[in-house]
């Protein structure tokens, strides 16, 4: 491995900004105490929260008494759904879709095995839903619509504010999960009509373990940890002051640097992006081109394995990601790639790069320069490169 790594993995999570760190080393060192206790030396800190708090609110556009700290998205994402359907105990039934991450998907299927009913959109070819079938979904008895802002695997956005609207007009509570779109996309709660919006610290430069969510003043929902009278009751436990302070300021940071997501990081990946498709053959992109994070791409090398090109790009200091999961031993593609109908000898080598403002031209210039040898290398091995097995293969969905 070399010494320098180009990190093109930020979905997966992100370096902890300098800014951050430097923000909550106090409170580690020097200001340890417990922000529930009577003496000056911990109660002081229960300012620092609120000044956290204060930051997170400011980037979502949201009141600052909205917000929750929590210990990631996928507790936020927990709280979210599972402090729903407590708060309205008669409500059986959530939508979602099929290209949720985990900390939904599984949690709706672990509902339903509980007697819920779970409906599923599935999406098309580039990763859309279809908004009639949205509308059509939502029933007297559905509780929750949980539908994620962008999607961590290609980046495609969901109109959640159209969704929210129509949500809202069924008197159904609208959660999203905008762990990746938070600090990328620009959010404005006053104006919207999603209920509730997660958010975790590791995806935007502040460090892991620590999340929030955004309840919309009067939302209706039980606590999802029951404890102490931290966060006004609404989640229990002794506050991670150090990473809260961290959070705080990163989304300070990430409102700096929207505009920056969105020209300078949008167009090294459009580069990216762009020379792959056009210099590779047998390269394609996954998901709608146009509604998609400024950061991410997803590209299926035909007829190689995902697995094998990361391996290779790892071996040259390069981070990135596939879209199967290995971990599973079966090298099934992911279920995101699955719904959207990728055709098999795509899905399985599908390379998803997620940058961040940390990436320079170089980064994309030294990828560029290793990726189309990597691709050669692989295909000259594969059994499924012969021309034969080329010519059967389905046409793939741009
Ligand atoms: N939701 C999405 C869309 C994500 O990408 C992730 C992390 O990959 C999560 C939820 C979970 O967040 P955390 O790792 O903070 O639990």
């Known amino acids: 491995m070399k010494d320098k790594v180009v990190y093109l993995d930020n979905n997966a999570t992100t370096r902890v900004a300098d800014e951050v760190l430097e923000a909550m080393l106090p409170y580690l060192r020097e200001l340890y105490g417990n922000p529930s206790s009577m003496h000056t030396f911990g109660g002081q800190l229960a300012a620092h929260i609120e000044k956290a708090r204060e930051q997170v609110a400011s980037l979502l556009g949201a009141q600052p008494s909205e917000i929750i700290f929590t210990s990631c998205g996928t507790e936020s994402d927990n709280a979210a759904i599972l402090g729903v359907l407590e708060a309205y105990p008669q409500k059986r039934h959530i939508v979602t879709t099929r290209v949720e991450h985990p900390a939904v998907r599984t949690l709706c299927a672990h509902l339903k095995q509980k007697g819920y009913r779970v409906t599923e959109l599935g999406v098309n070819s580039r990763g859309l839903l279809d908004v009639a079938e949205f509308t059509a979904a939502l029933t007297d008895d559905t509780a929750i619509a949980s539908i994620m802002h962008a999607n961590n695997e290609t980046g495609v956005i969901f109109p959640i504010e159209e969704l929210a609207r129509i949500a809202k007009t069924r008197g159904v509570i609208f959660h999203t999960d905008a762990v990746q779109s938070v600090g990328k996309l620009p959010l404005d709660m006053a104006r919207s009509a999603v209920d509730l919006l997660s958010l975790s610290g590791h995806k935007l430069h502040a460090p892991k373990g620590v999340g929030a969510l955004y309840i919309r003043r009067g939302t209706r929902l039980r606590p999802f940890i029951i404890g102490g009278h931290q966060e006004r009751g609404r989640r229990g436990g002794t506050e991670n002051v150090a990473s809260i302070v961290g959070l705080g300021k990163a989304c300070e940071i990430a409102q700096k640097f929207l505009v920056e997501e969105n020209t300078r990081v949008k167009a090294m990946r459009d580069r990216l ?24 791409t997803n590209i299926s090398f035909g007829y190689v394995e995902g697995e094998a090109i990361l391996l290779l790009l790892s071996r040259a200091g390069i981070a990135a990601s596939s879209g199967s999961a290995c971990t599973s031993g079966s ?5 995101v790639l699955r719904a959207m109908g990728v055709p098999f000898t795509h899905a399985h080598g599908s390379v998803r790069f997620s940058l961040s403002r940390y990436n320079t031209e170089a980064d994309i210039d030294y990828t560029l320069e290793n990726l189309g040898p990597i691709i050669q290398k692989l295909r000259a091995i594969s059994p499924f490169s012969r021309g034969d097995l080329k010519v059967a293969r389905s046409e793939p969905q741009r």
Do not use: A, F
């Open 273 to 296: 992006e762009k020379t792959v498709l056009s210099t590779i053959p047998d390269s394609l992109l996954n998901g709608d081109p146009e509604n998609r994070l400024p950061n991410t």
């Open 331 to 335: 090298l099934e593609p992911s279920h």
